[in-house]
């Protein structure tokens, strides 16, 4: 089964910028849908919410709380997934996880990692 590997998360302060990484045991070809989701500290797993998802093709899309602000995007030849997050809020502070729709199975997730934006 792919396994998937979250890195980049830290602190921030407001404004700033950060670079999630998502790197997949396997090929991406393997893969539908790549998503990032995100659990605010305050909320449980079941309400985790939806960022950003990209399809082999490269089509994305995007919350509309991120708009304008994330850009999600994929290099294949290095089974990876990126979010950039630019002009980063304090309600953008949250555990961020990789998620993976493959062709056959059951969604995968990463373990996630933590963003934390100060004000």
């Known amino acids: 089964q792919v396994q998937l590997v979250e890195s980049g998360g830290g602190l921030v302060q407001a404004g700033g910028s950060l670079t999630l990484s998502c790197t997949a045991s396997?090929?991406?070809?393997?893969?539908?849908?790549m998503r990032w989701y995100r659990q605010a500290p305050e909320n449980q797993r079941d309400q985790r919410e939806l960022?950003?998802?990209?399809?082999?093709?490269?089509?994305?899309n995007y919350a509309d709380s991120v708009k304008g602000r994330f850009t999600i995007s994929r290099v294949s030849a290095k089974n990876t997934v990126y979010l950039q997050m630019n002009s980063l809020k304090a309600e953008d502070t949250a555990v961020y996880y990789c998620?993976?729709?493959?062709?056959?199975?059951?969604?995968?997730w990463g373990k996630g990692t933590l963003v934390t934006v100060s004000s």
């Open positions: 396997e090929s991406l070809r393997t893969i539908k849908l």
């Open positions: 998620n993976a729709e493959p062709w056959a199975g059951k969604d995968i």
């Open positions: 960022v950003a998802v990209i399809n082999p093709s490269g089509n994305k």
